[in-house]
């Protein structure tokens, strides 16, 4: 193929077009996906405990995500407009190999318009008794078709990356199930599911603090307070786990294929990840702020509250590790000052096992802030609280000398081959931490008491600014992860198997890349302000006498 | 009104940050070009230059130095006085019967000897990660791959037995890709 094989249009950037619409795409599409996954919990937790603020909240929740359900669909017919465009002979060759599953995905929507429409129109009607079952049971059947929308489009994303089912030269052998399950689809699926809940739960929390601050009455601001702090919980919860579904997307990566595992963790793309570790650094900040900030609703978490400068000093030390590049870019002058490319003393902290282990402390120290804050107002009452307490304190301290034990030996005491074999056992010293605290807290918090009550509403107007940070952060780092995601395929569309002819085919650096992501996270959020204006007046009615002629 | 105004500038002054940060706070690094079918003069080609070229793909289109640092894929600074012994070992699966057959038959046919340890992981060193360089991954053409063989025995300290190809001799095209034809 040649330059001109590509169709132009006169004023349109081929390239920047696709990438702009097919990130708007992925944005909302993320979104859509991920909010009725939870929606579908908060109203299960709502029937169990027969509390119906869960039900009002979930509802909310799902009203907002309806109108992003038509932008969803208009940005990815604007994509597929597009790609025929722009990319015609790349697209014919992926429809060839997809064909199926691509008719599949078409009447897929059929099913999951259906199933969101009744979940969302069915709402009030299908209330109480069975019929709150079956409206349930259309909520799983929603998420359902979802997930499998998603893992579709996934596949032919990932196929792109990690092409299966072809030959070397790039002709299809027949076998769609082996093209749809390639090597990188099952690392993706399991990265973007977990993602995307984070997300959701990231631009939901932008909304009710939104709607805290525009609030007209305590009752309004402590609705939106409980949903935002809900909200958040739902970021954290996912946000907790995505760094190991990183892990092993990239463990994955390395493992099809080394050449591109290097491309997206050295040379130009390295430094991606000191401005990733400042995007997450970014959302790990704003989400225990919050969470700190949240303290203050209850008099009974005012005991924590010393502790709480601890945790925040070693998280922005956690940070500053992780922000801290390995080998420097520098001039010969500047080479000579420093004594070769790596800093003297801070040199160390810029290999993987240091990183690491920062990343786990994050983790740990962020789950020990909502632990803080889960207690806040209760008493524990059962008679081995004192012992739970100290193994729990035993567990952390066992868990994160470990993390730093073997961050530091493999780290800095084996061969460089050997230097990430500790991100595994780290990450799963971690997962213990957590999980075995949740589970003594869970028992050791049955029937506690409650020392003050939760005044929700008590909230400071600039802790909902951090609910706003952690919805920026998240869209601007999800369009930087897709930037890399993409460019390690370098100038092919198809990995080592059809090549990219274009004028394009040049892997635009960072500065480039930050400038489309900034431009599509506007764009983004200008049409999610859009989203939430209109789910704002669906709401509102205007009584105007004399309008209307007076029926008799 | 006045919340949507603060909302909106405080989403876009972290926008800003981010974008600032990416554009003015790192250093800016201009991706390789894509590689393209380089024309070589070989009318007045020196073995030196010659060298120098399949240096220069090594490092470039190759992209080889990225893997062969003896991390991921052995260095090849010794790998012309280790060929006698790779030959001769049982695993080895090729033909050659010299240092330059043995090193075109690793450049490509990887998988026909693996050095231990540098195997595909779960293969027990019987399947290579390193492409085929004349495959549409790499791109070689034949005297692409000669100008490699020529540095790589330079490299390795051995006598250079490449014959640079003759001016006018047309360089045999890499692998086509055929992406699009499909089985109906």
Known sequence: ?552 | MINFLKVSVFSLLMVGAFWGFSNFGIPQIKPADPPGEAKIDLSNMTMEKFIALGADLFENKGDCALCHTGRRAPKLNKVAANADKAMKDPAYKGTAKTVEEYLRESMLKPSLYVVPGFGKKGTNDTESPMPDIMGAKVGFNEIEVLAAIAYIQDLSGSEITVQIPKPGAAPKAPEASKAGDCKK
């Open chain 1, 1 to 552: 193929m040649t330059e001109a094989d590509y169709p132009t249009i006169k004023g349109v950037n081929s390239r920047i077009a696709v990438w702009l619409v097919a990130q708007l795409h992925l944005w909302f599409g993320a979104f859509v996906v991920a909010v009725p996954m939870f929606v579908f919990i908060i109203e299960a937790i709502g029937m169990a405990t027969r509390d119906e603020r869960y039900d009002n909240m979930a509802y909310e929740f799902i009203k907002v995500s309806i109108t992003a359900y038509s932008l969803t669909a208009l940005l990815g017919g604007l994509l597929s407009f597009s790609l025929v465009l722009f990319y015609p002979d790349l697209f014919k060759y992926l429809s060839m190999i997809f064909k199926d599953s691509m008719f599949a995905y078409a009447l897929l929507f059929f099913a999951e318009s259906a199933a969101l429409y009744i979940y969302y129109y069915g709402w009030h009607w299908l209330q109480g008794g069975n019929k709150k079952w079956v409206h349930l049971t259309f909520g799983l059947l929603l998420n359902a078709v979802g997930c499998l929308l998603m893992f579709l489009a996934n596949s032919w994303t990932t196929f792109m990356m990690s092409p299966a089912a072809v030959d070397a030269a790039g002709v299809f052998n027949g076998n769609t199930w082996a093209a749809i399950h390639n090597f990188l689809w099952n690392p993706l699926n399991i990265h973007r599911v977990v993602a995307n809940v984070a997300y959701g739960g990231s631009v939901v929390g932008a909304y009710a603090a939104f709607k805290f601050l525009s609030a007209k009455n305590k009752e309004e601001r402590a609705h939106y307070d409980w949903m935002g702090f809900n909200a958040n919980f739902i970021a954290i919860s996912a946000l907790l786990p995505l760094p190991f579904a990183g892990y092993y997307l990239t463990a994955e990566l390395y493992a099809y294929s080394q050449q591109m595992g290097i491309t997206l963790m050295g040379g130009v793309f390295a430094w991606l990840f000191i401005i990733q570790a400042v995007l997450i650094g970014a959302l790990f900040l704003s989400a225990n702020y919050y969470l700190w900030c949240g303290m203050g609703r209850s008099e009974g978490a005012y005991r924590y509250n010393p502790r709480i400068k601890y945790i925040a000093i070693v998280i922005v030390v956690a940070f500053l590790v992780w922000f801290t590049p390995h080998t420097l870019v520098l001039t010969n002058a500047e080479l000579k000052s420093l004594g070769g490319p790596y800093h003297q003393y801070l040199g160390v902290l810029g290999i993987m096992p240091a990183k690491n282990t920062a990343v786990n402390f994050l983790l740990a120290f962020t789950f020990l802030s909502f632990m803080y804050y889960r207690r806040a107002n209760k008493i524990a009452t059962v008679s081995w609280a004192t012992t739970g307490n100290a193994i729990q304190i035993a567990l952390f301290a066992a868990g994160l000398l470990n993390i730093v034990i073997l961050g530091v030996y493999h780290g800095y005491f084996t061969n460089t081959v050997y230097k990430v074999a500790a991100s595994i056992p780290q990450v799963l010293t971690t997962l213990v931490i957590i999980v075995a605290s949740t589970v003594i807290d869970a028992f050791m918090y049955k029937g506690a008491k409650e020392v003050a009550p939760m005044r929700w509403g008590r909230m400071p107007d600039r802790s909902q600014y951090a609910l706003f940070l952690l919805a920026v952060s998240f869209t601007w780092l999800m369009g930087l992860m897709g930037y890399v995601r993409s460019g390690i395929r370098q100038h092919w569309h198809v990995s080592g198997i059809f090549r990219d002819s274009s004028p394009d085919a040049f892997t635009p650096g960072l500065g480039y890349a930050a400038n489309i992501v900034s431009i599509g996270t506007i764009l983004f959020m200008a049409m999610v302000i859009f989203v939430f204006w209109l789910s704002t007046i669906s709401g509102r009615h205007a009584v105007v006498k004399g309008y209307w002629k007076e029926q008799a």
